[in-house]
């Protein structure tokens, strides 16, 4: 069975890297990281991935605009796209039922085994 492919766009390298890592030793993934949100559609569009995890928050590209670039792109628009934020708590992610704009979040800080359980739980909607 091939690896399924897994985007994480983040401008902290200090958090992809890691997250990289842990889900690249798992064996059934092969992931790419961009730290760049101007970049993040140009490396979707070459990477071609199952799932992206999308910071909100970036230096040089707000998360929702390269959502838009996704969306709007016929091939690209039918990746899914989990949000990451540090602007919500997890709690109140519980109160919103875990999406923004109509995509599924996490809340920062989180972890490489919570990233995980997003991960498996949205591939295996696809």
Do not use: C, W
Not at 27 to 47: C, I, P
Not at 87 to 95: G, H
Request: glycine share 8%; net charge negative; aromatic share 8%.
């Amino acid at each position: 069975m091939p690896k399924r492919r897994i985007l994480i766009v983040d401008d902290e390298p200090d958090f992809t890297r890691p997250i990289r890592e842990y889900l690249e030793r798992t064996g059934a993934y092969d992931v790419k990281e961009e730290n760049r949100g101007a970049q993040a559609f140009y490396t979707a569009q070459a990477f071609k991935p199952d799932l992206i995890l999308l910071d909100i928050m970036m230096i040089d590209m707000d998360g929702s605009e390269v959502a838009d670039q996704l969306r709007a792109d016929e091939e690209l628009s039918k990746i899914p796209v989990v949000f990451m934020t540090g602007v919500i708590t997890k709690d109140e992610a519980e109160e919103r039922g875990g999406r923004i704009g109509g995509h599924p979040f996490i809340a920062k800080p989180v972890g490489p085994r919570d990233v995980l359980a997003t991960v498996e739980q949205y591939l295996h909607q696809t």
